[in-house]
């Protein structure tokens, strides 16, 4: 019995591995017909990212909590870091910088921003309170990054309707 399957998973990797070689097809092949260019971006799609704006932060590091921030780019867009974040990533499993200052219990004193109360919700477990930061909000880098004064591609011309409702 062991020589049958033996026999057998020996026959089924030959013919896998030739097929595969058969083909004459390889994957690190990149296309190289023309690709007419239709977007904001001027570089043609089989290029590497050459045309891509370069961000220059300033040359001293903004201080968390002495910096002005940006407005959002949308009503539910998450607000940008605005300090360096040398030193603090990347965020892993054991470690988690941004919780030291922004844990509610901690910001107020550092005069920053706290982490929201949706934060501390369990989105896996039927919207659970929990008192630690939840899983799905933990790597702060996911949805926040550094804000950067950029001339952007398209401008957006986004306007809050919560001053016309009266709303802060």
Do not use: W
Request: proline share 7%; net charge positive; glycine share 6%.
């Amino acid at each position: 019995m062991k020589k049958l399957v033996l026999i057998s998973a020996a026959a089924t990797l030959v013919l896998l591995t030739g097929c595969n070689n058969a083909t004459g097809v390889s994957n690190n092949n990149i296309s190289s017909k023309p690709v007419k260019v239709t977007g904001i971006r001027k570089a043609s799609l089989n290029s590497d990212s050459q045309n891509l704006a370069i961000v220059k932060y300033t040359s001293t590091p903004p201080v968390p909590g002495k910096v002005k921030l940006f407005k959002t780019s949308y009503v539910t867009a998450p607000p940008m870091i605005p300090h360096s974040i040398v030193g603090m990533t990347p965020i892993t499993v054991k470690s988690n910088m941004c919780l030291s200052c922004h844990l509610p219990q901690n910001a107020k004193a550092l005069g920053v921003t706290p982490m929201p109360k949706d934060h501390f919700v369990d989105n896996f477990d039927g919207n659970k309170h929990v008192r630690r930061v939840a899983g799905s909000r933990y790597f702060c880098t996911t949805c926040h990054d550094r804000q950067a004064n950029l001339n952007p591609v398209v401008e957006n011309k986004f306007e809050s309707m919560k001053s016309s409702v009266g709303l802060k």
